[in-house]
């Protein structure tokens, strides 16, 4: 091989609750090296994070081209869209909140930054067949549930999962326009409240990370700021 293959993922039984994190690291000389851990209580999120940042650590000191599969697009659109914004603003979000997993974020841009262009990202989609992915969640959803996980250390030869086969496609989701008659609706933007404190966010997935578990969060999206005045007048806080 002439690079490093990673796959990752994690898991939360409860969001927070008990977590587990699970990498497969192939590196050039053909080696497969399973990883895994657990944290309680934590979040999924901070799991996705963790499995990316114990398995980037693991190949330090390797110069080859590293190709990272992750189903979780809070990672992918983070280093992608949200890191530069987030640290322009002194780690704040738009609306001038601290940047929730922070902590997590700075080593994993680190980390990035180290790797620099050789660190490619995919993303595949979860539960879609893809092996590295399955086998990952398989070992993460172990560990969140405190069960016992055989972690692989060997040749890739020996190893039971065929992780050549990943999808053609590995680019981050998202809306797409299709079907006769189709009329794309305005773009909008989301809005949280929890214990008071009113939040503004771009995508769903940072209004997501915000909000999940949270048993008394309120959000909504809305398409204009006249409708953001009426969802912020309902929750009487206009």
Known sequence: MDRVLIFTDGACSGNPGPGGWAAIVVTPDERVRELAGAASPTTNNRMEMTAVLRALESCRGLTQPIDLYTDSTYVIHGVREWLRAWKRRGWKTAAGDDVLNRDLWAVLDNAAQEAGARLRWHYVRGHAGCPGNERCDELAVALSKAKPAALYD?????????????????????????????????????????????????????????????????????????????????????
Request: charged share 25%.
């Open 154 to 238: 060997g040749p890739l030869a020996g190893y039971p999962h065929d992780l050549s086969c990943v999808p053609a496609d590995t680019s981050a989701p998202t809306r797409k326009a299709s079907g006769p008659g189709f009329k794309r609706k305005p773009a909008g933007f989301y809005v949280s409240l929890i214990d008071g404190h009113l939040e503004r966010h771009m995508t769903w997935a940072d209004c997501q990370a915000r909000v999940h578990g949270k048993s008394k969060a309120r959000f909504k999206k809305v398409t204009s700021e006249a409708e953001e005045k009426a969802v912020l007048r309902q929750w009487g806080r206009a």
